[in-house]
């Protein structure tokens, strides 16, 4: 995911108030606390990335417009903007990633090599 090199406010007042407040501390949203991370259009919706200027907490929302209305997906994330970005590009993780870090967390001394290396 490229995300927009420079921060533009999200200015689509109707799809702010799809998600009007934070869900831990009940403030309200305003344009300054949403950036945009995808545009999608009508068809896949844009996809927010929105932080709380109280708790600084985030989520990162699907938004959608239609005739019937605007209606939103939202996902609480300890990412900021542009963590996600960045592992958006991460490959996806294996069964076998995590049996492997789970092995990796039974022997200390193999752990603590494995560290060493990286
Ligand atoms: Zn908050």
Known sequence: MDLPSAWQPY?????????????????????????????GGNDAGDLLHIRCGNCLNSVIARVQSSS?????VGLVTDLDYAEVGRFSKAPPISTDDVLDIH?????????????AVT
Do not use: H, N
């Open 11 to 39: 200015r689509c007042s109707d799809e702010v108030k799809a998600i009007p407040f934070c869900p831990f501390c009940r403030s309200g949203y305003g344009p300054e606390s949403t950036r945009i991370l995808e545009w």
């Open 68 to 72: 019937a209305g605007v209606s939103s």
């Open 103 to 115: 092995s990796l967390l039974q022997d200390d001394r193999l752990l603590f090599s494995q560290l």
